[in-house]
């Protein structure tokens, strides 16, 4: 079944020979794109549907979330509104919450979002464990993640349990949970933070996981300067998210090496840090995604617009460097390279944009901008 999406006013593609097309046509075969061109030489199709002079660009990549959780944490928020600092401990409430769930529950919820985020443009979702912290637990969470989205990634290693020692659990994270769930993820997490796990464990818990085969992620510099990109870079890791706090070593060493920074700017203003430093990064020849690390406790947000838009408006990024982040570059450091761009043999991911171009992601924030979405080929929206 072939479908000609024609009528677009601007067609981004994401992809470095094509570019940015006008008068240009779409065709969707299947899952994936079959052909792009101009609009006068596209080939017969099944079916045509006219965006009447809609922007189209991939649908949005969204390389970090934690969404199997169960619980609110609307109380902690409105408590850090008023001056209480953001602390990782918020995560064992989202924990007690999520291993009294029924799978059912779990299930619901994290549908619930994704449906959320599709309605917005986000085709491909990467999510985490991280709210289990048992073996039981977190191979559950792998086990329900894998059945609903794209990637997921093992975060054993988020928080010492409440009562655990942190060593003891470290060489768990690292031993039979990390055994039990790799065969259910592609990547592993460490949540290298002060309150968290300090590079030793980060370390040990993130070369237990490539010995298991599994890609590198690691959360740092989140809450303040800390070891996390420097053991990321170190190791190899796919992406180092957050890069709120970083020194100019930090900086350097992201833009010496293959690791993708992932700035999660919904989650700084959620926790009143700063923006992280992504103009500083792209000058200094970094690579830069954008997520919206949504989860109950600091980034309550499915929207990748809402976290594009305040890269161009607060953080200095331009249209083009927010949009790629938003789809190339995530896909990138999911190695997926399928995802993120519209090309013949992408998969068929599409975001057409109620606006004539994608200068309006930011020229008019906070408006609901998504006119339709196909994934995989299948109108979502
Ligand atoms: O990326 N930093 C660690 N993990 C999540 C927070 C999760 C929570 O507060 O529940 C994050 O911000």
Not at 31 to 39: F, K, L, Q, S
Not at 209 to 225: D, K, S, T
Not at 254 to 280: E, F, K, N, W, Y
Request: overall charge negative.
């Amino acid at each position: 079944m072939s479908t000609l999406v024609t009528g677009i006013g601007e067609l981004t593609t994401q992809d470095d020979d094509l570019g940015v097309l006008r008068g240009a046509a779409l065709v969707l075969d299947g899952e994936r794109v079959a052909w792009v061109g101009p609009a006068a030489q596209a080939p017969p199709c099944d079916t045509a549907v006219d965006v009447e002079g809609r922007a189209v660009l991939p649908g949005w990549v969204d390389s970090h979330t934690h969404l199997v959780f169960a619980g609110d944490r609307t109380a902690e928020f409105t408590a850090r509104m008023a001056g209480e600092p953001y602390a990782a401990g918020g995560i064992a409430v989202t924990v007690e919450a999520t291993r009294a769930a029924t799978d059912d529950e779990l299930r619901a919820n994290l549908r619930r979002l994704v449906a959320e985020a599709a309605a917005q443009g986000t085709t491909c979702v990467e999510t985490k464990t991280g709210y289990g912290l048992t073996t039981e637990d977190e191979l559950r969470a792998a086990r329900i993640a894998a059945q609903e989205v794209d990637e997921v990634t093992y975060l054993g290693a988020h928080l010492v349990p409440p009562g655990a020692d942190p060593d003891e659990y470290t060489a768990l994270a690292a031993g039979d949970m990390l055994a039990a769930v790799a065969p259910h993820v592609r990547w592993a997490d460490v949540f290298c933070e002060v309150g968290a796990f300090d590079e030793a464990q980060s370390r040990r818990v993130l070369s237990a996981a490539r010995a298991h085969g599994l890609g590198l992620r690691v959360h740092g510099n989140q809450l303040g300067p800390g070891p996390g990109v420097r053991l990321a870079v170190e190791l190899g890791a796919a992406s180092v998210d957050h890069c709120t706090h970083l020194t100019p070593a930090d900086v350097d060493a992201l833009a010496s090496a293959g690791t993708v920074a992932t700035l999660l700017p919904a989650c700084d203003l959620s926790t009143r840090q700063p923006l992280p430093p992504a103009r500083t990064l792209l000058d200094a020849g970094a690579r830069v995604a954008l997520a919206t690390n949504c989860n109950p406790g600091s980034s309550y947000t499915t929207s990748m617009a809402y976290c594009v838009a305040t890269a161009v408006l607060q953080m200095r990024m331009t249209v083009d460097e927010a949009i790629r982040a938003a789809t190339t570059t995530p896909a990138h450091s999911l190695a997926r390279p399928d995802l993120g761009h519209l090309a013949p043999g992408a998969r068929a991911d599409v975001h057409v944009l109620d606006a004539p171009s994608r200068t309006h992601l930011a020229y008019r924030p906070g408006t609901p901008l998504t006119h339709a979405v196909w994934r995989k080929g299948t109108r979502v929206r």
